[in-house]
């Protein structure tokens, strides 16, 4: 009886001091990008998030992009690698309105999707005209 008892007291004590990554609680995430991460080429404008850490999976529940741009918006989308394969997310357009002579827009999602260590999230828009000023964030759990 007593080298079981020892050998859970081992045991729990092990268990302090081990982690198992399978296991571990999600933990809040968010990323943002802003004007000076976009690029621009022929109307497309994409700015790049941090990748996903190495041994987690991202689950992104909300985003939210505003574009200021002089011209006006086609679309805007996240954008991503599963595999090889790219994979794109439409934004949906909240609201826009004129600002002067510029274009101010709005454009988000609340749906869940998952994305894998070591990919990169993009944020995309296309215009007509230039891109302005931009932040988009995403938000969700790392796990």
């Not at 268990?15 to 399978?22: C, E, I, N, Q, V």
């Not at 000076?36 to 987690?56: D, I, N, Y």
């Not at 741009?69 to 609201?95: C, E, H, K, M, R």
């Not at 995309?124 to 964030?137: D, K, N, P, W």
């Amino acid at each position: 009886m007593k080298s079981f008892v020892s050998a859970l007291a081992l045991a729990g004590a092990l268990g302090a001091f081990a982690s198992d990554p399978a296991s571990a609680a999600p933990v809040p995430y968010q990323a943002q990008v802003l004007i000076g991460s976009f690029h621009c080429t022929s109307g497309w404008c994409t700015a790049t998030f941090p990748a996903v850490p190495a041994g987690k999976t991202l689950t992104v529940n909300d985003s939210s992009c505003i574009f200021t741009v002089s011209g006006s918006f086609i679309d805007a989308q996240l954008q991503w690698n599963v595999g090889a394969v790219p994979y794109y997310f439409g934004l949906t357009s909240q609201w826009q309105r004129a600002n002067g002579g510029n274009f101010n827009g709005t454009f988000g999602s609340h749906a869940t999707f998952t994305v894998a260590a070591g990919k990169k999230i993009q944020a995309v828009t296309q215009i007509t005209g230039s891109l302005l000023g931009a932040h988009c964030e995403i938000f969700g759990t790392l796990s």
